[in-house]
């Protein structure tokens, strides 16, 4: 298996800056920006992530980030797409993930950096998929392949057919279990986590973490800042997937890269986890 990244850090999504209400290329293009500008390892774009009108935007803004700093990795998905104002279809189809591959290299103009089956908790024939994944890694169109929303089962059904280099599911801390983290640990897996601040309909992260919560206030940091900092620093093998929709918030995140983690933060953090249910 070959990691996705060539080093550890914050990975910024692209979804919401496409799909959410009233959302516009303009501001897509400044929070990719401020993000790729202050170190983004790499940036999360799917297929599914479209318009009615374009069914590439998300990953031609991808692309255009990429032009800021040459080399940037770009992740994408394949096998889910938008079918109509709120309806999105999953298909899993050798046809399917090879159309979808083939128009994500036509859009971000190079091999895939990594290539996840973005729903496969909703394809018919799990194995046919990965087989095809396979296929198209061991051709040169992606140089790494896996998974996106499988759970343990899934995952060890997919091992069966070949092997898989990363697998992004929704990690939501203070709210989601570490088992599928745990679990891709444990077979070499790279593990990409979206939702980390656990998404929109969370209770604030500030609740769920509130020993961090009380030393980011102390030390004049966002809480979110020193989560990320944290969870880099003692979850090796994991990369956050953040979905910023300002620059000044990527900005932020982003600095948890480079934030100083001690004793104080981990005990807190870990502290918080445990108490929720959800230890790491």
């Given at each position: 298996?070959?990691?996705?990244?060539?080093?550890?850090?914050?990975?910024?999504?692209?979804?919401a800056l496409?799909?959410?209400?009233?959302?516009?290329?303009?501001?897509?293009?400044?929070?990719?920006?401020?993000?790729?500008?202050?170190?983004?390892?790499?940036?999360?774009?799917?297929?599914?992530?479209?318009?009615?009108?374009?069914?590439?935007?998300?990953?031609?803004?991808?692309?255009?980030?990429?032009?800021?700093?040459?080399?940037?990795?770009?992740?994408?998905?394949?096998?889910?797409?938008?079918?109509?104002?709120?309806?999105?279809?999953?298909?899993?189809?050798?046809?399917?993930?090879?159309?979808?591959?083939?128009?994500?290299?036509?859009?971000?103009?190079?091999?895939?950096?990594?290539?996840?089956?973005?729903?496969?908790?909703?394809v018919d024939?799990?194995?046919?998929?990965?087989?095809?994944?396979?296929?198209?890694?061991?051709?040169?169109?992606?140089?790494?392949?896996?998974?996106?929303?499988?759970?343990?089962?899934?995952?060890?059904?997919?091992?069966?057919?070949?092997?898989?280099?990363?697998?992004?599911?929704?990690?939501?801390?203070?709210?989601?279990?570490?088992?599928?983290?745990?679990?891709?640990?444990?077979?070499?897996?790279?593990?990409?986590?979206?939702?980390?601040?656990?998404?929109?309909?969370?209770?604030?992260?500030?609740?769920?973490?509130?020993?961090?919560?009380?030393?980011?206030?102390?030390?004049?940091?966002?809480?979110?800042?020193?989560?990320?900092?944290?969870?880099?620093?003692?979850?090796?093998?994991?990369?956050?997937?953040?979905?910023?929709?300002?620059?000044?918030?990527?900005?932020?995140?982003?600095?948890a890269m480079?934030?100083?983690?001690?004793?104080?933060?981990?005990?807190?953090?870990?502290?918080?986890?445990?108490?929720?249910?959800?230890?790491?």
């Amino acid at each position: 298996m070959t990691s996705a990244l060539d080093r550890p850090g914050i990975v910024l999504g692209i979804a919401a800056l496409v799909l959410n209400e009233g959302a516009t290329d303009h501001n897509a293009r400044d929070v990719i920006a401020a993000a790729v500008d202050s170190g983004v390892v790499a940036l999360d774009t799917a297929r599914a992530y479209a318009r009615l009108d374009d069914d590439g935007v998300g990953e031609r803004l991808a692309a255009e980030g990429r032009e800021r700093r040459a080399g940037l990795p770009i992740l994408t998905k394949a096998g889910h797409y938008r079918a109509g104002a709120s309806a999105w279809h999953s298909d899993g189809s050798v046809d399917r993930i090879r159309a979808d591959a083939a128009r994500s290299v036509e859009l971000l103009g190079a091999p895939l950096d990594l290539l996840l089956l973005h729903r496969a908790d909703r394809v018919d024939d799990l194995e046919e998929s990965v087989a095809t994944l396979a296929a198209l890694r061991e051709e040169g169109l992606a140089r790494t392949v896996g998974l996106s929303n499988a759970p343990i089962e899934l995952i060890d059904r997919a091992l069966a057919v070949a092997p898989l280099d990363a697998v992004q599911n929704r990690l939501g801390l203070g709210v989601d279990s570490f088992a599928e983290y745990r679990h891709c640990r444990e077979a070499g897996i790279d593990f990409f986590g979206y939702a980390p601040f656990g998404g929109p309909r969370a209770a604030p992260l500030a609740t769920r973490v509130p020993h961090v919560a009380a030393l980011a206030t102390q030390r004049g940091a966002s809480v979110h800042r020193l989560t990320l900092a944290t969870v880099l620093d003692v979850l090796p093998g994991y990369w956050p997937v953040i979905g910023s929709t300002r620059p000044d918030s990527a900005r932020d995140a982003l600095a948890a890269m480079t934030e100083q983690v001690d004793d104080e933060l981990r005990d807190a953090l870990l502290g918080d986890l445990a108490s929720r249910g959800v230890p790491v």
